[in-house]
């Protein structure tokens, strides 16, 4: 549990200095897109150094003593094939770390700046989360259920708190902003075909 705190602890900050980082920036930020600019900005220290961490040092990840090794370690109670060498893990924390990674951190200053592109990237990015994530489960589920094998300890803390609770995060949040992205293109569009419609009546 001190683990979790130390992380816990880290995401606060984050979090905390991105929110008054964002409102220094961009004073009149509405509120939703405030909590997407920390959403990104969170989910970019996650992507890119955590699970890059973890992309970088999988092949000697049981000898780790530092934080971030430790807290991986706690995770594998929950999926122990962080502990070996998944042929499905490396490849998909490897792309999470090196393309969602950098550009959530491009997708929340582009929210801040109100960039026209941040809806492309909002939506190229929760795709991404998404079927990494419906992956991710899909994979331990086919190996339990077809195979027999349970990656996780029979407690169900590690289960439900861990494997279920913080990758579900990634697909409610991500689905939720891709409706929200979509509905935004959607109405981008209709104002832009409106406009032509309206010239070529002139």
Request: one cysteine or more.
């Amino acid at each position: 549990m001190v683990l979790v705190s130390y992380f816990s602890l880290g995401a606060g900050v984050i979090l905390t200095a991105t929110l008054a980082l964002s409102r220094r920036l961009q004073p009149n930020l509405s509120a939703a897109d405030t909590l997407m600019t920390m959403w990104f900005v969170l989910c970019g220290f996650i992507h890119l150094f955590f699970e890059g961490y973890y992309a970088y040092n999988f092949s000697r990840m049981p000898s780790r003593l530092d934080l971030f090794g430790q807290l991986w370690k706690e995770y594998s109670l929950s999926d122990s094939r962080y502990l070996t060498l998944d042929s499905f893990l490396v490849p998909m924390e490897s792309v999470t770390a090196l393309c969602w990674g950098p550009m959530s951190f491009a997708c929340a200053a582009m929210i801040v700046g109100r960039h026209p592109l941040r809806h492309v990237f909002q939506t190229i990015i929760s795709l991404g989360q998404l079927y990494g994530d419906v992956l991710y489960f899909g994979t331990s589920t086919f190996t339990m259920v077809v195979g027999g094998v349970d990656f996780c300890r029979p407690e169900m803390f590690y289960y439900w708190a861990y494997y279920f609770f913080c990758n579900a995060i990634w697909i409610v949040i991500p689905f939720g902003l891709v409706v929200s992205s979509s509905r935004a293109i959607e109405k981008a569009i209709a104002r832009v075909q409106m406009l032509d419609g309206e010239k070529k009546g002139q």
